[in-house]
């Protein structure tokens, strides 16, 4: 059984920063891929950013380009999101799931998920 508990969430100003962690069970964390998600009120889930098992290859939503970044500690089998320069638009639930191989930005594409954790951005 997989396990994902994302935390780091919570209130933050624009233009603050906050780090995303997500903490994983079992002890494949290391042979698949990881990634971001997220979800704004009334709007479809979208692609944040992943990372690859290794942590050598990583992609981004054109939107967090240059502003987030997405890296891994296997050893800890923990993912983390730094997202920097926040800005209202970033407000939305938080998700981290566990993909397979590729870089995929397709949520279908992920098979298991965590609870999620709030981000809001006061402007």
């Known amino acids: 059984q997989v396990r994902l508990v994302e935390s780091g969430g919570g209130l933050v100003q624009a233009g603050g920063s906050l780090r995303l962690s997500c903490a994983a069970s079992?002890?494949?964390?290391?042979?698949?891929?990881m990634g971001w998600f997220r979800q704004a009120p009334g709007k479809e889930r979208e692609f944040v950013a992943a990372i690859s098992r290794t942590g050598g290859s990583t992609r981004y939503a054109d939107s967090g380009k240059c502003r987030f970044t997405i890296s891994r500690d296997n050893a800890k089998n923990t993912a983390y999101l730094q997202m920097n320069s926040l800005t209202p638009e970033g407000t939305a639930v938080y998700y981290c799931a566990r993909g397979g191989v590729g870089l995929s930005g397709y949520k279908y594409e992920y098979p298991y998920w965590g609870q999620g954790t709030q981000v809001t951005v006061s402007s």
């Open positions: 079992g002890r494949t964390f290391s042979s698949y891929a």
